[in-house]
């Protein structure tokens, strides 16, 4: 007995072409700007173009609204100048993230730590993202002007958030898989050992244990952890102000470091999680104090 079935068009289909996989590596796939953008993208194309009616898909679709992201904070006519650091070895950032801080009145001022020997002029704060610090380590050591730069603005109590990559990089060495170690900027007491295998990875929801550069005590955010190399060490003169949790209960290994104005941790926070996150770092480098 024949059922009926509803009249579903076939627009075509995508079959599988291994010459068009993306390599992976130790935290995912291999980043866009690693790749020969014009011709991967022509490829695709061609792909797609080949296989399905495109025309026909873009006629019948209704019209797209597209959402803006909004911190919900309007910009403040003042506002302050916060250094991201961003090239291949500092490239994980959620586009919201900077986005926010542009909204809470930041203008971001990108740099490399890779190429660049010292800090754009008249900074208020620091943003250093993930990415892989680790693949570059001997040009980050090499680059001593850069790593002092970095470590003065730190010592000068000025707002500094890290997270994984760029927390790795203010630590004291980074040791990569073969054992060598590679000096970095030394702002925390404490080495970098990249492992095997994944040391952790999950989402994560921290809670303030005391105010700080992103907030008062008990501002709640969320984020995801996911990192290769481990901790070796502990900086005594660092306290650790995150609560963490994961999906199983309290996480603890899962730190957020506080050292002068610098707050540095594993977490890759998404400031949407917490309309009040960015401007509460834009405060703090317009010169607001945390208690």
Known sequence: METSRPHVPVLGCLPKNDD???????????????????????????????????????????P???ARFSCGIPCKPERVRVGVARDKAFCFYYRENLRALEQAGATLVFFSPLEDTELPENLNGLYLGGGYPELFAPTLAD???????????????????????????????????????????????????MQNRFAALGYREVTLAESSILGPEGSRFRGHEF???????????ARNIYQTTDRKGPCPKSRGLLKYRTLGS??????????????????????????
């Open 64 to 66: 797209i609204a597209l």
């Open 227 to 237: 990192h290769y190399s481990t901790m070796q060490e502990t900086d005594a003169l």
């Open 143 to 193: 680059n001593s002007s850069m790593r002092d730069a970095i470590k003065a603005f730190c010592l000068e109590d000025r707002p500094v958030y890290a997270e994984c990559g760029g927390f790795m990089y203010l630590m004291k060495t980074l040791q990569d898989k073969k054992g060598t170690s590679y000096e970095m900027a030394g702002i925390f007491d404490c080495a970098c050992v």
């Open 20 to 62: 068009l996989a993306i390599n992976s590596r130790h935290l995912g796939l291999v980043m866009a700007h690693e790749m020969e953008s014009i011709t991967r993208t022509r490829e695709l194309a061609s792909w797609v173009d080949s296989t399905m009616d495109v025309r026909k898909l873009a006629n019948d679709l209704p």
């Open 266 to 291: 594993y977490i890759h926070l998404h400031f949407g999680s917490n309309p009040d996150l960015a401007p509460s770092f834009v405060r703090a480098c317009a010169g607001e104090k945390f208690s």
